[in-house]
T-cell receptor
Framework: AQTVTQSQPEMSVQEAETVTLSCTYD???????LFWYKQPPSRQMILVIR??????QNATENRFSVNFQKAAKSFSLKISDSQLGDAAMYFC??????????FGQGTRLTINP | EAGVVQSPRYKIIEKKQPVAFWCNPI?????LYWYLQNLGQGPELLIR????????DSQLPKDRFSAERLKGVDSTLKIQPAELGDSAVYLC?????????????FGPGTRLTVL
């Protein structure tokens, strides 16, 4: 079974600094998709960024970028120029085809002003 | 565009009572998901619908949980009877389909407390 592990329960960063959230996963498949979701206190999960496993180029969305290391089964999220509104729980997720999203345990990100 | 709507936002009941949650997906979204999120954990899929058909309900505890999606639009998730361990957030999500590019949009969830 696929598993997703986020080893950092909590992270904090100064406003305007850069922070990296870690994620590793376990799968025997070669074709799959990876996601980072943000969950603010309002509880509504919001898609931040996604990556197709067959693409070597790392995905980027404005201040958010990923470091996808397929051989190492690692998928980290980098947030540049951190803003107060980035404070939230961040979940890494795996999905193969039409199958369900498998989420990690989450990392709580705090932004210090 | 309206997002995924869920109600109620909060529900407190005593154990052994029944409870129901309602979800209205984004208009035109054929796929609907119910997730369970325990405190401090990531969401786990309970059931997935393609239109009216439940295509993945392997994680749904069928002895006490039931779900329906009449006419392929709104959906309800029911627990009867509720147990203390059912206290959690129940999230609904929807997507156009199940292609990789079909983003899952989540609702705000219902926080259930069973006393």
């Amino acid at each position: 079974a696929q598993t997703v592990t986020q080893s950092q329960p909590e992270m904090s960063v100064q406003e305007a600094e850069t922070v990296t959230l870690s994620c590793t996963y376990d799968t025997s498949e070669s074709d799959y998709y990876l996601f980072w979701y943000k969950q603010p206190p309002s509880r509504q999960m919001i898609l931040v960024i996604r990556q197709e496993a067959y693409k070597q180029q790392n995905a980027t969305e404005n201040r958010f970028s990923v470091n996808f290391q397929k051989a190492a089964k690692s998928f980290s999220l980098k947030i540049s120029d951190s803003q107060l509104g980035d404070a939230a729980m961040y979940f890494c997720a795996y999905r193969r085809g039409a199958q369900k999203l498998v989420f990690g345990q989450g990392t709580r990100l705090t932004i210090n002003p | 565009e309206a997002g995924v709507v869920q109600s109620p936002r909060y529900k407190i009941i005593e154990k052994k009572q029944p409870v129901a949650f309602w979800c209205n997906p984004i208009s035109g979204h054929n796929t609907l998901y119910w997730y369970l999120q325990n405190l401090g954990q990531g969401p786990e899929l309970l059931i997935r619908y393609e239109n009216e058909e439940a295509v993945d309900d392997s994680q749904l505890p069928k002895d006490r949980f039931s779900a329906e999606r009449l006419k392929g639009v709104d959906s309800t998730l029911k627990i009867q009877p509720a147990e203390l361990g059912d206290s959690a957030v129940y999230l609904c999500a929807s997507s156009l389909g199940t292609d990789f590019t079909d983003t899952q949009y989540f609702g705000p969830g219902t926080r259930l407390t069973v006393l």
